[in-house]
C-alpha cells in the first residue's frame, strides 16, 4: 500500500496540471477586477467632464462695472472707503476681461472660455472654464483670503475639476491649474494688495481702503 501511495500522488498532481478547469476562479476574479477599475475611472472621467453647478452667465458685459477704475480712485484718494460688489457685477466684469482683445486667458494652449466667481460668507470660489478641442474643462478653487503687509494671503479650502472635488491638501498641489486665471486678473490682483482689506459675504465682496 505504501507503494502505491507515490503513484496516487503524481497521478492525482498530472490530473490537477490537465484540469480544464484549473485557474478558471483566478481568472474569473482578474477579470471581475479589471471591470470594477475600468468603471471606477470612467465614473471619475464622466465626473471631471460634467459642468459643476454654475453662476448665471452673464450675456452683456456692456454696463460691467468698471472696478479696476474705481479701485484706482479709491486708492489714490487715500480716504476711508468701502467698495461692496455683488456676485452678478464681478462676473460680469470677469467676462469683460475675457472679452480683451490682449487678454492673457487668450493665449496658448487651453485658452479660458470664462471666469466667474461665486461668493460665500469668508470664502470665494473661483471657476475658470478651459477650451480642450472645442470640449469645455471646469476647474474651481475656494479659498479665504487676507491681506497681510501688501501681500494676498490665500488659504485653500479645496476645489474641483468638473463635478470632481478635489481634497485641499492636493488642490494646493494643482493650483498650477489656475495659473492662466491668476495671470488675467493680475492687475486687479496688485490693486487689491494695497487695500486694508477684503471681505467675502453672500453673493457679494467689499473692498476696504483704509481702517
Known amino acids: 500500500m505504501a507503494a502505491e501511495e507515490p503513484r496516487v500522488v503524481t497521478q492525482a498532481r498530472l490530473k490537477r496540471m490537465f484540469d480544464p478547469t484549473r485557474g478558471r476562479s483566478t481568472r474569473i476574479a482578474l477579470k471581475l477586477v479589471k471591470v470594477i477599475l475600468g468603471a471606477l475611472v470612467l465614473a471619475?472621467?464622466?465626473?471631471?467632464?460634467?459642468?459643476?453647478?454654475?453662476?448665471?452667465?452673464?450675456?452683456?458685459?456692456?454696463?460691467?462695472?468698471?472696478?479696476?477704475?474705481?479701485?484706482?480712485?479709491?486708492?489714490?484718494?487715500?480716504?476711508?472707503?468701502?467698495l461692496v460688489y455683488s456676485q452678478d457685477q464681478v462676473n460680469s466684469y470677469l467676462a469683460s476681461l475675457i472679452r480683451r482683445k490682449d487678454s492673457p486667458a487668450k493665449e496658448g494652449f487651453l485658452p479660458i472660455r470664462r471666469i466667474f466667481s461665486r461668493f460665500d460668507e469668508g470664502v470665494c470660489r473661483i471657476y475658470a472654464s478651459y477650451s480642450f478641442f472645442g470640449l469645455p474643462l471646469y476647474v474651481s478653487g475656494c479659498y479665504s483670503v487676507r491681506i497681510e503687509s501688501g501681500k494676498l494671503i490665500a488659504t485653500c479650502h479645496g476645489g474641483s475639476f468638473g463635478r470632481l472635488p478635489i481634497d485641499?491638501?492636493?488642490?494646493?498641489?494643482?493650483?498650477?491649474?489656475?495659473?492662466?486665471?491668476?495671470?488675467?486678473?493680475d492687475r486687479e490682483r496688485k490693486q487689491i494688495t494695497q487695500l486694508a482689506a477684503l471681505e467675502f459675504h453672500p453673493q457679494s465682496v467689499s473692498f476696504i481702503t483704509v481702517r
Open 168 to 185: 485641499p491638501a492636493l488642490m494646493n498641489q494643482l493650483d498650477v491649474v489656475l495659473r492662466k486665471t491668476w495671470k488675467t486678473v
Open 44 to 82: 471619475l472621467v464622466i465626473q471631471m467632464l460634467l459642468p459643476p453647478d454654475l453662476p448665471t452667465e452673464t450675456k452683456n458685459d456692456s454696463f460691467a462695472p468698471m472696478i479696476s477704475m474705481d479701485l484706482l480712485s479709491a486708492l489714490e484718494s487715500r480716504r476711508p472707503q468701502q
